[in-house]
């Protein structure tokens, strides 16, 4: 049965730096994409960054780009969200979902859809 568990998240000043874990059981990692997304209270969920099964494309929202790197490891079946230069405006619940679909040099920034397995979330404050 597929499980994602997202840990890693927490209270950060502006300008600090996290490092999300998506940890996938019950699949073999690299078949999939993989999605990061996130909520702020009272907005929609969007999508932050995704990466192929290959780990070969990335993509990453306008918002975070050149902050945030999503990195993937098949031997720890685990997917990364490191976030540097974090603003206030990055406070959110971050979730991790995979996507089956994608071929092996792409992944989908569309929230839903294809992306399913949706762990619990972890939340990330930025706040000095």
């Not at 999508?47 to 494309?57: D, E």
């Not at 902050?67 to 979730?95: C, G, P, W």
Request: hydrophobic share 30%; glycine share 12%; charged share 15%.
């Amino acid at each position: 049965q597929l499980q994602l568990v997202e840990s890693g998240g927490g209270l950060v000043q502006p300008g600090g730096s996290l490092r999300l874990s998506c940890a996938v059981s019950g699949r073999t990692l690299e078949y999939y994409a993989i999605g990061w997304f996130r909520q702020a209270p009272g907005k929609e969920r969007e999508a932050v960054s995704c990466i192929s099964p290959s780990g070969g494309v990335t993509n990453y929202a306008d918002s975070v780009k050149g902050r945030f790197t999503i990195s993937r490891d098949h031997a720890r079946n685990t997917v990364y969200l490191q976030m540097n230069n974090l603003k206030s405006e990055d406070a959110a619940v971050y979730y991790c979902a995979v996507d089956p679909t994608s071929t092996r040099s792409f992944c989908s920034m569309t929230v839903g859809g294809r992306y399913y397995g949706w762990g619990q979330g972890t939340q990330v404050t930025v706040s000095s």
